[in-house]
């Protein structure tokens, strides 16, 4: 899994810069990019298991779905900055340690930049993935089951 996620957040998304491959190839040894991907995939489920399956009464309307897909979104990436960032700074790989200590590398500014854009991109998969998720979950809910359509 952590082969097929590096290659969305590198490739598709276009993060990965060879100049600080020391960051992607820390991320991708201690399996971040597998945490990234399952962030973004679990986090939007049960928050749609608890709208469909728990919410029972009262009914909730469309502004209550689109806040808590939008929730979801905002969790999502607030847990994957928190992820990236402990995964880059406070990583045991001493090398990438000195790397974003030295002020001319560059490491440090790049490195800071990261958590944002994971965030972001885990962020708008999340409203993607969620999106799916609530057409699949509506058919199962015994109240829900007018929304989003």
């Known amino acids: 899994m952590n ?5 969305i957040y590198e490739s598709v998304f276009g993060l990965w810069d060879s100049q600080y491959d020391l960051i992607f190839q820390v991320l991708f040894d201690n399996n971040g990019y597998t945490m990234f991907g399952l962030t973004f995939l679990l986090l939007p489920l ?82 993607a993935v969620g999106f799916v998720y609530s057409l699949v979950l509506k058919q199962f809910s015994k109240s829900q089951i007018h929304l989003p359509f």
């Open 3 to 7: 082969n097929l996620f590096s290659t």
């Open 46 to 127: 049960l928050f749609f298991l608890a709208f469909y399956l728990l919410w029972q009464f009262p009914y909730a309307k469309i502004w209550h779905w689109f806040l808590w897909l939008v929730l979801a979104s905002i969790v999502t990436g607030f847990i994957t900055s928190g992820i990236a960032y402990n995964e880059i700074f406070l990583s045991d790989v001493q090398q990438l340690n000195n790397a974003i200590a030295t002020p001319s590398s560059g490491y440090e500014d790049y490195a800071n930049s990261l958590p944002l854009k994971y965030a972001l991109i885990n962020g708008g998969l999340a409203l």
